[in-house]
């Protein structure tokens, strides 16, 4: 059966806009998939996203809100393109698209995906209940989660987040686009790092700094690659310090251009669902250097193919740095693509997400042979241990 999808999204930014766009040029040429739609937030979306070259895809807008008195307008506008597309499946991104569909309460199939729980993030400790809550709640109303690490799953258990299935499906990436041509220059005698995400508490930037200020050495060069979120515009401002080098947003299309410069990447996240970053790394062979938060530890292994510290004690990033060279970075960017190549390809995760798919639409139809309440197992690879290990 060839499936009509139904992509719900709302931001566009950093981790989930790049999974969701890669995910619907995947779906596109993939005849499995008779059509994909993709409904996006107004305000949240950039006003073109040009899918043209599809002909099988096709994009429609609804206002996303944070307002409960609002909210109501919002599932109508979403109702009315539900009814119009008769998707066999709708596939939920966040955590507003997921309230958006599940409030629904319609015959279409569900799967839905946080890509980081709120009550897994640094937050009042009653917002957490509440979010925890609110998620069990609808997750009954929910025909499959999609968990981006085990880390994520955990979170879920324990506060009681059960749907009829759960999957826990790492998000993978395609092979690196490259150019060619060096997209910076860099000074080959030192060890240069980036770092790559939103100048925000969240990513860690300020860990980092402040580890780079106490540093003894000065052969380290950082590159930003980033920028406060665009709900913090007065906080912009420029880092003066010499061994740092700002280079702001860079496209998806040149990343790789970029990374392939540096000799290791450096994630200090507070909390992160999988840290997409790692893996963009990996793919281009370089070390990742990160905090134990979240799904990074299921993709690096310490020492092997990067370095792991805990983001509650900063001087562990401070002794990771200054321990640095470049024939241990080159050997465990070595490993790092390896490790890719093996667990986190965009080929893997998309066969466990269409797979997915196969089990939910099954169940609708009364095809299934799987009991009701029964998990489905792990539909990628054990992480970075098995890649090791191999």
């Keep these: 059966m060839r499936l009509k999808v139904l992509h719900v999204t709302e931001a566009w930014q950093a981790g989930v806009g790049v999974l969701v766009d890669n995910l619907v040029r995947r779906q596109a040429n993939d005849p499995r998939i008779q059509a994909i739609h ?6 949240r979306t950039p006003e073109t996203l040009d899918y043209s070259e599809f002909g099988t895809v096709a994009v429609h807008r609804y206002e996303s809100t ?9 599932i109508v506008a979403i109702r009315h393109i539900v009814e119009r597309v008769k998707p ?57 989660i999609v968990h981006v690490s085990r880390s994520e799953l955990r979170h879920a ?30 000074d080959p005698r030192k060890i240069n790092l980036a770092f790559v995400g939103r100048f925000d508490r969240q990513k860690g930037l300020d860990l980092l700094l ?57 994630m200090p996240s507070r ?25 990074l ?3 690096i292994i310490h020492g092997y193919n990067g370095l792991v510290f805990s983001p509650e004690e900063p001087a562990g990033l401070l002794r990771a740095l200054e321990g640095l060279n470049k024939a241990d970075l080159a050997e465990m ?42 998990a489905l197992p792990v539909r990628t690879a054990a992480g970075a241990t098995l890649a090791a290990g191999s």
Excluded at 164 to 182: E, Q, W, Y
Excluded at 333 to 349: I, K, L
């Design 210 to 266: 402040g580890s780079l200020g106490a540093l003894k050495r000065e052969d380290l060069h950082l590159y930003l690659i980033g920028d406060y979120d665009r709900e913090s515009p007065k906080r912009r401002s420029s880092f003066t310090n010499a061994r740092i080098t700002e280079l702001g947003w860079i496209a998806q299309p040149r990343i790789d251009d970029y990374l392939q410069q540096m000799d290791a990447i450096v």
């Design 88 to 144: 066999d499946i709708i596939h939920a991104h966040s955590t507003f698209p997921g309230v958006y569909c599940r409030l629904l309460l319609g015959g279409t199939p569900i799967l839905y995906c946080a890509h980081g729980w709120c009550f897994a993030q640094e937050i009042h400790p009653l917002k957490k209940t509440v979010f925890g809550v609110t998620e069990a709640a609808l997750a009954k109303l929910t025909a499959g």
């Design 333 to 374: 960017g070595a490993n790092a693509r390896r490790v890719w190549e093996r667990c986190f390809t965009e080929d893997r995760s998309y066969e466990a997400l269409v797979e997915a798919y196969a089990e939910l639409t099954a169940r609708r139809r009364g095809t299934t042979t799987t009991s009701p309440g029964s």
């Design 38 to 43: 993709l409904a996006c937030s107004s305000s």
């Design 271 to 295: 909390w992160e669902a999988f840290g997409l970053v790692a893996t963009e790394a990996m793919r281009n062979s370089k070390a990742a250097i990160v905090s134990d938060r979240g799904g």
């Design 66 to 74: 944070r307002h409960p008195w609002k909210l109501a307008k919002t």
């Design 157 to 186: 258990n324990r506060y009681l987040v059960h749907s009829r299935k759960s999957f826990v499906i790492h998000p993978g990436v395609r092979a690196p686009l490259l150019s060619g041509t060096p997209a910076v220059e860099v």
């Design 297 to 299: 530890p299921e993709q």
